[in-house]
């Protein structure tokens, strides 16, 4: 092979490899999912609409604010269908509209706090994935953003959904449940249940939680009715039961 040959072919080779990872790369973009919203967000001095039924707005300087959701920039990216893990990390009330940046709404309500400080969202919780396609401007100033949306949910990360699981009924002093944690299990008691904790022996070994009713039922001391644990895992939480019934 003389030289002119061996240069074309290393150009082909260069062009056959640059074709394969742009080929490659379109591949990998997700379509935008069904039900996405495309959105003209005026800001705060030109209409300043709201990102769906969301409190988020542009504001004057040309930031997405909000007083009722939490906002996260998941940075940049290629558009709506990209995939981000549900982070609660860097949480903030008002953030820079980025052109090309996904931004993950979560509202406030859907979140709780847990003893180790950690935050969770509830199982099954609706929060909003946005995409900002490009500023909206008017004679050379921003008036506002081009922005995709849609609904997600967050998923249940193998948690049972909130309401499905009783642990166990407890008629007489002495009964017990036992429930199988997952791995990385926080419990934290509900208001009820903090109230009335003295009246059972709860422990936490092995990955296994265990309820003991230590007293015996009492028409009107109690302890009776259902008793709620807040379980996380990772960052999303949900909520298990257990029955206390007069054994008549």
């Not at 072919?9 to 999912?33: H, M, N, Q, R, W």
């Not at 005026?42 to 988020?56: I, K």
């Not at 604010?65 to 998941?74: A, F, I, K």
């Not at 059972?200 to 003991?212: M, Y």
Request: glycine share 8%; aromatic share 12%; net charge negative.
């Amino acid at each position: 092979m003389n030289m002119n040959m061996k240069r074309s072919f290393a150009v082909f080779l260069l062009t056959l490899c640059s074709t394969t990872f742009i080929g490659c790369d379109k591949d990998d973009e997700a379509p935008d999912p069904a039900g996405n919203v495309t959105l003209n967000m005026m800001n705060e001095d030109n209409g300043r609409t709201l990102l769906g039924a969301s409190d988020v707005f542009i504001n004057n300087a040309n930031n997405f604010q909000t007083q009722n959701c939490y906002l996260v920039d998941q940075g940049k990216t290629y558009g709506l269908g990209a995939s981000f893990p549900l982070t609660l990390d860097n949480l903030s009330q008002e953030s820079a509209v980025l052109q090309g940046h996904m931004y993950y709404v979560y509202a406030q309500n859907s979140l709780r706090d847990f003893p180790s400080g950690e935050q969770a969202i509830f199982v099954g919780s609706e929060f909003y994935k946005a995409y900002v396609v490009a500023p909206i401007t008017s004679e050379n100033t921003t008036t506002g953003a081009q922005v995709k949306y849609v609904i997600a949910h967050a998923e249940s990360n193998g948690l049972p959904l909130p309401g499905t699981t009783v642990i166990g009924n407890l008629n007489n002093q002495g009964d017990s449940c036992t429930y199988n944690l997952p791995q990385d299990a926080e419990l934290m008691y509900g208001s009820y249940l903090e109230q009335n904790a003295d009246s059972f022996d709860i422990r936490q070994e092995n990955g296994v939680l265990t309820i003991v009713l230590k007293d015996y039922p009492d028409y009107e001391a109690g302890p009776y009715g259902e008793y709620t644990f807040y379980l996380r895992s990772g960052n999303i939480y949900t909520t298990i039961d257990f029955h206390v019934a007069m054994d008549r």
